[in-house]
C-alpha cells in the first residue's frame, strides 16, 4: 500500500442521530473514490460498513466500521459510527482518535437528540466539525430549515458552503459556493458530475455569500483582518489560505448539501475534506502519563512508536481485532511494545486497513494512521502501546454509565462458567454495559445503554459462546424495616439423647434513622447471660435481618437491643444462641409492625422543549416527583425522583414518548416505605 505522510491523511468520525444516512454517505464515498464499482443498499444488506450479523438483521448500524480510500492524493480514514443512543460508546472511540467530526443531519427530520450528543463529544475531544445535511431529495426535506436550526443551536458561523437548486426528489443540481459553480450530477450513483460558472440569481447569491464568509475567514487571522480592513477584502490566495484555520479554530463551521442514497454532492464535499480538512498535522501533540504519574509529550514526529487501541471486536476465523491510531512513530509487523497500563509486552502481529469486511494487510503504518492488528495477548479498548524507552500512558476514554438493566438467566446446567468468561470478553470489547451477579437477588445482572444494547450483547452472548440464555425483569432489591418498638423472648431447647442445646433470648427493637443499617447492642445486667454469648446471638440477629421476615428482603434500620436471657451451664452453647437470636429477632420484627422499603431513583431526562408535556405526565403516572426543570442548550433537563419498581424499560418509553430524541439517566438516591396497598403484591411475590 501506498505510504503516506501526516498531511496527506484525513482521520475522520461520520457522526450523527440515527437514520440521518451516515452509513450511505461513506458508501457514496467508496463509489466516488472507485474502492466499489457500485452502492449496496441496506435493505439488501449489501452495504461495505454493516456487515455484522447483527446489522443486517436489524438494518442498521451497532458497531464502529473502519474504512478507507484515496482522494485527491489523501488518504481518508472514515470512521463509520452508529446513531443509535444504544451504542454511543462506539462513537466515542473514533471521536477520541479523530481529527475532525463529520456530522450528520437528516433533511427533513433535521436536529436529534444524538446530534446534540455527538456535537457535544466532539468538543469534548477538541475537534472541529464539517456538517452535511442529507437526504435533500426526501419529499417534505428543507435545507434551509435544518440549516437554519444549526445556526439557531451553534452560532451564526454555521455556514453554507453548497446549496441545494431545486430541492425534492428531481434534485441534480448543487451550488458550489466555494468555486461560484452549478454542480450537475449524473443519476446513476456513480458520483460523477459536470459543472458551469453559477448565473443570473444564482451568482448574485454566491456573491452575497463570498461577502459574509470573508468576514468568517478575516475573524481567523489577525493579519487576514487587518488586510480585510484595508482592502474591504481578501485576495483569493487569502481566502483560501484562510480557509483551514478557520475551519480549526471553528470560527465557521461548514455546511455542505447531499444525496447519499444517489450520490449527489458527495464527490465536492470529499474535495474539501481534502483540501482543507484536518489531518494529524494539526493536532501534532498529546499528553499523557508516565511512569511517576508526571506529563509525558507524545509528538507526531516522535520515532518511538506510541499507540492507541479506541476499539476491540471479536471477528470470526480472526479472533480479537484490535483498531488503533498512530499517535508517533511507525507501527511495525513484528515490534514488540509495552501496553502502559497493564505493563506487559505486546507483539505486533499481522495489521491491516480495513474496508469493513474486506482487509489489505500492511507491514507497517505511518504517524498519523489508523489501521487494525490481531491477536494481541493482553490488550483491549483504551490501552496504549508504546516504545519502552518512552513508556506513557494516553488518557482512557470515559463511557456514559448504562441506564437499563436486565437479570441473565441461564437455560442449561453447568454453562455458569461460559457465560461469566463470555460477559468478560464482550466487557473488554464493549465498556459501555456492565455486569455483576447481585448476591441479594441472586442474580446476574446486565446493565446497558438501551434495550436494544442488552440485546444485542445477549445475542453476542450466545452465538459466540454457544451458551442458552434469555434476559428476563431483574429483581427489584426491596428493604423491610420496622414502625414501632417491641419486645421477643425466644427459648431455644434441644434434647437428642446427648449433650443438649438451650439458650434463651430477650431482644428489644425499635426504628432506628433512615439509611442507618442495623445497629446491635447489649445492655445485660447480671449474670443471666455470659457475655461470651454475645457475639453469637449477633451472628443469629444477623442471619435473620439478611433473610427477611415478611418478604425475603433485608432488614434494615432497627435499633437491636439484647437486654437479658437464661443460659444452662452444660447445654448452652454458641449454635444455640444463634438460633435463639436468629428467631427472637424474626418474632420481635413481626411484633413491630414491619413495612417494606423501596428504592427511589433520581432519574434525569434530557429532552427538547416539545417532550417536556408529555414527559412530566409520565413521570407523574410513575408515582415521579419532579425535583428541578432547567434549560441546557436547545434541551430541557428534567430532574425527578421515581420509584425503581415504575422504571423498568424507561429508555424505551422516554424514546417513544419523543420520537427517540430523549435520552436519561437514573441512579438510586433512597429507600422510601411504600405505599400500604402495594405492599401485599411484594409480600405475596416473597423471594426465597
Not at 438483521?57 to 480510500?69: A, F, G, K, V, Y
Not at 455483576?436 to 441472586?442: I, K, N, P, S, T
Not at 405526565?617 to 419498581?645: C, N
Request: glycine share 8%; hydrophobic share 40%.
Amino acid at each position: 500500500m501506498k505510504t503516506y505522510t501526516p498531511s496527506q491523511i484525513r482521520n475522520f468520525a461520520v457522526v450523527g442521530h440515527a437514520s440521518a444516512g451516515k452509513t450511505m454517505l461513506t458508501e457514496a464515498m467508496l463509489a466516488c473514490a472507485g474502492v466499489i464499482p457500485r452502492m449496496g443498499s441496506i435493505e439488501a444488506g449489501t452495504i461495505v460498513s454493516d456487515y455484522h450479523t447483527s446489522e443486517r438483521q436489524r438494518q442498521i448500524s451497532t458497531q464502529t466500521s473502519l474504512l478507507h480510500c484515496e482522494w485527491r492524493d489523501k488518504k481518508f480514514n472514515i470512521m463509520d459510527t452508529p446513531g443509535y443512543p444504544d451504542f454511543v460508546g462506539e462513537t466515542i472511540g473514533p471521536l477520541r482518535v479523530g481529527d475532525f467530526a463529520l456530522v450528520v443531519l437528516h433533511a427533513v427530520h433535521g436536529f436529534g437528540i444524538g446530534t446534540e450528543r455527538v456535537w457535544d463529544y466532539a468538543s469534548h475531544f477538541g475537534l472541529p466539525k464539517v456538517v452535511v445535511i442529507n437526504a435533500v431529495d426526501k419529499p417534505n426535506a428543507s435545507f434551509d430549515r435544518v440549516l437554519e436550526q444549526a445556526r439557531q443551536h451553534y452560532g451564526r458561523h454555521v455556514f453554507p458552503l453548497s446549496l441545494p437548486i431545486d430541492a425534492g426528489p428531481e434534485l441534480v443540481r448543487v451550488l458550489d459556493v466555494l468555486r461560484s459553480e452549478v454542480v450537475t450530477y449524473s443519476t446513476d450513483g456513480t458520483g460523477k458530475y459536470v459543472e458551469e460558472p453559477a448565473s443570473g440569481e444564482l451568482a448574485d447569491r454566491v456573491k452575497e455569500l463570498h461577502r459574509e464568509l470573508i468576514e468568517h475567514i478575516a475573524e481567523s487571522d489577525d493579519t487576514l483582518m487587518d488586510h480585510f480592513f484595508e482592502q474591504g477584502s481578501l485576495s483569493e490566495e487569502e481566502f483560501r489560505s484562510g480557509i483551514h484555520s478557520a475551519v480549526q479554530r471553528e470560527l465557521f463551521i461548514p455546511v455542505f448539501c447531499t444525496c447519499a442514497t444517489r450520490n449527489i454532492g458527495v464527490a465536492r464535499l470529499m474535495d474539501f475534506i481534502a483540501k482543507y480538512g484536518s489531518s494529524p498535522v494539526d493536532r501534532k501533540q498529546v499528553v499523557g502519563l508516565g511512569d511517576e504519574g508526571q506529563p509525558v509529550a507524545v509528538n507526531l514526529d516522535d520515532t518511538r512508536p506510541t499507540l492507541y487501541v479506541f476499539k476491540t471486536m471479536s471477528e470470526e476465523h480472526f479472533g480479537e481485532l484490535s483498531f488503533f491510531r498512530v499517535y508517533s512513530g511507525t507501527a511495525r509487523t513484528g515490534d514488540d511494545l509495552l501496553n502502559s497500563e497493564r505493563r506487559t509486552t505486546e507483539r505486533i502481529g499481522q495489521m491491516f486497513v480495513l474496508n469493513g469486511r474486506s482487509r489489505e494487510m500492511v507491514n507497517e503504518l505511518g504517524p498519523g494512521d489508523i489501521g487494525a492488528t490481531v491477536k494481541l495477548k493482553d490488550t483491549h479498548t483504551g490501552n496504549t502501546l508504546c516504545s519502552p524507552k518512552q513508556p506513557v500512558l494516553l488518557a482512557r476514554i470515559e463511557y456514559p454509565k448504562p441506564n437499563i438493566h436486565a437479570a441473565l438467566v441461564c437455560e442449561a446446567m453447568g454453562e455458569e462458567q461460559k457465560i461469566a468468561a463470555g460477559l468478560a470478553a464482550l466487557h473488554e470489547e464493549d465498556p459501555t454495559f456492565g455486569y455483576a451477579y447481585d448476591g441479594e437477588l441472586h442474580q446476574t445482572v446486565l446493565s446497558a445503554q438501551g434495550d436494544l444494547h442488552l440485546e444485542v450483547v445477549a445475542d453476542r452472548l450466545r452465538r459466540r459462546f454457544g451458551v442458552h440464555v434469555q434476559l428476563t425483569e431483574p429483581r427489584i432489591p426491596y428493604r423491610e424495616t420496622i414502625r414501632a418498638k417491641a419486645e421477643s423472648r425466644y427459648r431455644h431447647k434441644k434434647q437428642t439423647g446427648g449433650a443438649g442445646q438451650f439458650a434463651e433470648v430477650w431482644l428489644r427493637v425499635e426504628p432506628a434513622e433512615r439509611d442507618s443499617g442495623l445497629l446491635f447492642s447489649e445492655s445485660l445486667i447480671g449474670q443471666n447471660v455470659d457475655r461470651s454469648f454475645v457475639p453469637s446471638v449477633e451472628k443469629g440477629v444477623l442471619a435473620a435481618a439478611a433473610g427477611g421476615v415478611v418478604a425475603g428482603y433485608r432488614v434494615v434500620d432497627v435499633k437491636v437491643d439484647f437486654f437479658d436471657g437464661k443460659m444452662h451451664p452444660v447445654d448452652s452453647k454458641d449454635i444455640a444462641f444463634q438460633t435463639a437470636g436468629f428467631q427472637a429477632f424474626r418474632e420481635a420484627v413481626a411484633a413491630a409492625q414491619p413495612c417494606i422499603l423501596e428504592p427511589i431513583m433520581a432519574v434525569e431526562v434530557r429532552i427538547p422543549e416539545e417532550y417536556v408535556g408529555k414527559i412530566v405526565g409520565d413521570l407523574s403516572g410513575r408515582r415521579g416527583r419532579i425535583v428541578t426543570m432547567e434549560a441546557e442548550g436547545a434541551l430541557q433537563v428534567l430532574k425527578a425522583l421515581v420509584p425503581q419498581r415504575e422504571l423498568h424499560k424507561y429508555a424505551t418509553v422516554v424514546r417513544a414518548l419523543t420520537s427517540g430524541q430523549g435520552v436519561h439517566a437514573e441512579v438510586i438516591d433512597h429507600y422510601e416505605k411504600m405505599p400500604t396497598e402495594l405492599e401485599a403484591e411484594v409480600t405475596q411475590a416473597k423471594v426465597h
